[in-house]
């Protein structure tokens, strides 16, 4: 069994740590799996066999633009998009 998934996440089986005790989110990529946690930059996603564990660079509960140019940067092209969309509908709007 390979301990490193293709993403470059540490995996960990339950059997070694069956429980997280970490706040739960919603921030994230879900790819999968049945719940999230967050712990400073930690970033669990558990599975149901193994928790996939990575750190991230910045924490989005913190900042979350720094987060999506520094750990989700696929995003950061249509979060530019809606930003210059909502700047347009407000002008209009005056």
């Known amino acids: 069994m390979s301990f490193v998934d293709s993403d470059g996440n540490i995996i960990v089986p339950k059997t070694v740590r069956p429980l997280i005790e970490y706040e739960s989110t ?34 989005p509960r913190n900042d979350p633009f720094g987060h999506i140019i520094m750990d989700a940067s696929k995003y950061f092209p249509g979060v530019m998009m809606l930003s ?4 347009y509908i407000i ?3 005056k």
């Open 84 to 87: 210059l969309l909502s700047n």
């Open 26 to 59: 919603m921030l994230g990529e879900k790819r999968g799996s049945l719940k999230q946690y967050r712990h400073g930059k930690l970033h669990i996603r558990e599975y149901d066999t193994y928790y996939s564990v990575h750190y991230d660079k910045i924490d």
């Open 91 to 93: 002008d209009k709007e």
